[in-house]
């Protein structure tokens, strides 16, 4: 049988990304949450204003540490012991939450004994040379026994929350309030995406910070404006996904390799492998939004759009012609240039024009770069 720990750890990170989700739904309107901080997520928030003092709320951290397998008494001590460690440094944290996946295990046993005897255990396990146990060995030489027992009994209070359902249901559920705005039956039509389009775009942003090994923190102000520009983006009236997160998830490479007219069409032009790749992108992404709005049988403001690019399309070669500067690059250039008011972003605009160049592509709107007739056989 193959090594899976790869896998394992792809799918427990994922899971990590939408607890942190979760908790970002969540939060109140002063609050913070951070992703790889204090521990795998944190929730940062300030204690209630002591108005007869006059005074500012005092700052609370809850450290939340999650596991997408079965938890057994070993994971559940080395846990312990590293939300001492971290409330040794930090004493205002007063939340310790264990979130685990749908159907795993948790032997919580050890949150049932006496400070008094755990502390032994882990005097025992620090005297053995295993690099394993260092960490046994910081609580007895950092914290001690004289303190132990007062953490321990705090972390002891600690929440411990079994994920009774699929999680990406929850979300979908805790998300309502926040994505399904304005009519019942435009929220209703675009909700799915909506979901998915903010999903993206915080596990994005996670990814890209876990690549430059920061730290993700995220305030509920900024979060609610993240939502409100998703809801904006996907209505009965525009359909413009984030392009950068759409390019993300794209195997561009493979749509070099499909072939096809347009393939051929974009060979023609001088361009170099990065520029024929962004052509690509621009092409796939304009397709995703046709395909949105197929599948709800509306095509209007694609009909529109790609109406439009062809009519830039024939006057660009009618100006080229007169000119003498027809060739194919030229073509490209200046048709993707033309205004097209019907596109929500420039993206859209530009893969629409390669868009049109496929074999598919409606025969009274279909565009050449490369006219034989004109251009030559080459």
């Known amino acids: 049988m193959g090594n899976k720990s790869g896998i394992n750890a792809q799918a427990g990170f994922v899971f990590q990304k939408q607890v942190f989700l979760h908790k970002l ?14 521990d795998d997520v944190s929730v940062d928030s300030r204690r209630e204003k002591n108005e007869s003092l006059a005074i500012v709320g005092l700052p609370k951290k809850e450290l939340v540490q999650v596991k997408a397998g079965d938890v057994n008494a070993t994971t559940m001590m080395r846990i312990v012991c590293n939300w001492m460690l971290a409330t040794r440094d930090h004493p205002w ?5 264990l979130v ?8 919580s046993a050890i949150l ?74 435009c929220s209703g039509k675009f909700y799915d995406q909506r979901v998915e ?28 404006d993240i939502c409100n520009d998703v809801v904006e983006r996907i ?5 413009d996904p984030d392009f950068e997160l759409f390019v993300a998830d794209l195997n561009v490479n493979a749509l070099l390799d499909e072939g096809g007219r347009h393939i051929q069409q974009l060979t023609k032009c001088e361009m170099d492998q990065d520029d024929r790749k962004a052509a690509l992108c621009e092409m796939a992404y304009y397709s995703a939004i046709r395909q949105f709005h197929l599948e709800r049988m509306d095509l209007s ?24 500067q027809d060739s194919p690059t030229m073509r490209f250039v200046e048709t993707r240039e033309a205004e097209n008011r019907r596109c929500s972003n420039e993206q859209e ?30």
């Open 197 to 224: 389009e903010l999903q993206r775009k915080v596990f994005y942003a996670i990814d890209k910070c876990m690549e430059q090994r920061k730290e993700f923190s995220v305030k509920k102000e900024v979060f609610r």
């Open 301 to 324: 403001k694609q009909e529109a759009i790609e109406e439009t690019a062809h009519r830039n399309f024939r006057h660009v070669v009618m100006r080229l012609g007169a000119k003498g």
């Open 349 to 378: 605009k530009w893969g629409a024009c390669v868009y049109l160049t496929r074999d598919d592509a409606e025969k009274k709107h279909q565009i050449t770069w490369w006219d034989e007739g004109i251009h030559g056989a080459s």
């Open 112 to 185: 049932q004994e006496d400070a008094e005897s755990i502390y032994e255990n882990i005097l025992e396990k620090s005297q053995t040379k295993r690099n394993r146990n260092a960490l046994y060995k910081q609580i007895v030489t950092t914290i001690g026994k004289s303190n132990f027992a007062e953490m321990f009994t705090r972390i002891k209070a600690c929440k411990i929350t079994l994920m009774t359902e699929d999680i990406n249901r929850l979300l979908k559920e805790e998300l309502v309030d926040i994505l399904y705005k304005g009519t019942d039956e």
């Open 235 to 239: 209505s009965a009236n525009r359909y």
């Open 93 to 97: 944290i007063d939340g310790y939450e």
């Open 25 to 38: 739904i969540g939060l109140q309107s002063s609050d913070a949450a951070t992703f790889e901080g204090l």
């Open 100 to 107: 685990v996946q749908c159907g795993r295990n948790v032997d």
